[in-house]
């Protein structure tokens, strides 16, 4: 049955309330102002920016599977803040301040997301509390003193991060070998699941056709070829992120890498009461391959990480999405920093691809002559980028001056990756070495320089 398929992509989609039956098909052919391929986040924040404006646009989105049923009902669960891509980058593209607005309206965002939340009554678990950067050895506490000092330098201070010692962790999550870290109150904890389903009823409620099961087979100039009909538009809005790599001519476009998740049964009081971690901040440790996770709101724990996998030509396939090895290390994990829930059942693993752009940065782009809007490459950040970066598309369309229409990402295209098996190759080898670097560091307590031989193929962090 599909909603069985769909409820185990995740235990996210899985705690939906609602069937995961789809909505209707496209069948036949469709005149609108604006068509946008895919139902994630990306698409459905640009959908919701141009219904609720007033503006009164039809609107219409087309989707392979279901809403969400992609990276947007798999991810963590953290709307963080942070930019999406490098700074170093942007900077040259479009200066010094630029960047420093870019940093800010991340920022904002997060409470406007809050906001939509509330005001749509979208019943997802929502709360904003901060995070942990959580280091458990002397090179990962250099690196997070390294971050913070970044911050300082693009002029956030310290009510917007800050370094925090092992005690102050303690006193609100007890996580085992905490030496310190970091903590940003830019940050909360939701489930992604019931937000993009809520999401997409709001866009429905405001006016917007949400057809599932309608891949897009192509995307041409104003119009968008599916298997049952054709939606022509005066723009079309490429929200695919990693699945782009399927459409013609797109294969190199992101390098499709899959992250994978586990997560507990519901623990027990007594477990939490040892635990701590009642206003459920966000974690992430500081390893190469580095593992995050959050309190869910039904009181698991789920955690991820521990590094991404990439199959051969960038295929995407459901049945790679559960990995032994993976759910081991991350079993471990979940032992080792919380020895409490040692003993919890694991009830669910479950693994997404991400788009990661070959400069991992994110870019908004309209084409007027074509009418074909593109956005996506979020590599991390993608609860809260898709969000600023379906309100910047929509003041793009409509062709309102807005801040966000000057920000950096606006008008970026990242270069194409290089063909296989470069790919792969490369892939390989900086798995390799990032996990042989934090293997010599846990070890050793001394920092390593073999990262070095892969420094220009990691994203910023």
């Known amino acids: 049955m599909l909603d069985e398929r769909y409820r185990s992509r995740s235990l996210w989609l899985d705690g939906v309330p609602e069937p995961l039956a789809p909505r209707p098909a496209l ?22 920016a141009l219904a609720t404006v007033g503006a009164g646009l039809r609107i219409v989105v087309v989707e392979a599977e279901i809403a969400g049923y992609g990276a947007s009902g798999r991810n963590a669960g953290f709307v963080s803040a942070g930019i999406a891509g490098d700074a170093a980058l942007y900077e040259r593209r479009a200066g010094r301040g630029a960047v420093d607005r870019a940093e800010r ?112 087979r192509r995307i041409e100039p104003r119009r968008v070829v599916c298997e049952d009909g054709v939606v022509r538009a005066g723009v079309v809005v490429r929200a695919t992120e990693s699945y782009t790599t399927r459409l013609p ?30 206003e459920a901040q966000p974690i992430a ?57 040692a003993g919890a059942r694991v009830t669910h693993h479950w693994g997404g691809p991400l788009g ?47 801040e966000l229409v000057t920000l950096p990402w606006v008008g970026h295209r990242s270069p194409r990756w290089p063909p296989e098996p470069a790919r792969f190759l490369g892939a390989r080898a900086t798995l390799a070495v990032l996990a042989s670097a934090d293997r010599y560091e846990d070890r050793t307590g001394r920092a390593t320089r073999r990262v070095g031989l892969v420094r220009r193929l990691l994203p910023p962090r």
């Open 249 to 278: 001519g797109e294969l190199r476009r992101y390098l499709p890498l899959l992250s994978h998740m586990i997560a507990t049964e519901p623990l027990p009081q007594a477990v939490w009461n040892e635990i701590g971690w009642a």
């Open 27 to 48: 069948c036949g052919d469709l005149d609108c102002d604006v068509t946008i391929v895919g139902a994630g986040f990306t698409g459905l924040w640009t959908a919701y």
């Open 356 to 402: 990661a752009p070959r400069d991992w940065s994110m870019g908004v782009s309209l084409d007027r002559r074509s009418g074909l809007l593109t956005l996506g490459g979020y590599t991390g950040h993608g609860v809260v980028a898709s969000h600023l970066a379906g309100r910047t598309a929509a003041d793009l369309i409509l062709e309102r001056e807005s």
């Open 285 to 341: 440790d500081q390893h190469y391959l580095f593992v995050y996770g959050q309190r869910t709101p039904d009181g698991r724990i789920a955690i991820g990480g521990a590094g991404s996998s990439y199959r051969l030509g960038g295929a995407i396939r459901e049945r790679d999405e559960q990995r032994a090895p993976v759910r081991a290390r991350l079993e471990a994990a979940l032992r080792r920093y919380f020895p409490p829930a």
């Open 105 to 216: 309206e991340m920022i904002r965002a997060i409470d406007e997301i809050g906001r939509v939340i509330a005001a749509e009554s979208i019943d997802c678990g929502y709360v904003k509390s901060g995070s942990f950067r959580v280091a458990t050895s002397r090179p990962q506490l250099e690196r997070v003193e390294a971050a913070v000092k970044r911050a300082r330098s693009r002029g956030l201070d310290e009510e917007d991060v800050r370094l925090v010692t092992a005690g102050e962790i303690r006193s609100q999550i007890r996580i085992e070998g905490a030496l310190g870290g970091s903590y940003t109150p830019h940050c909360g904890r939701v489930d992604p699941g019931r937000l993009v389903r809520g999401l997409a009823a709001a866009c429905e409620r405001h006016g917007v056709t949400i057809c599932e099961r309608s891949p897009a």
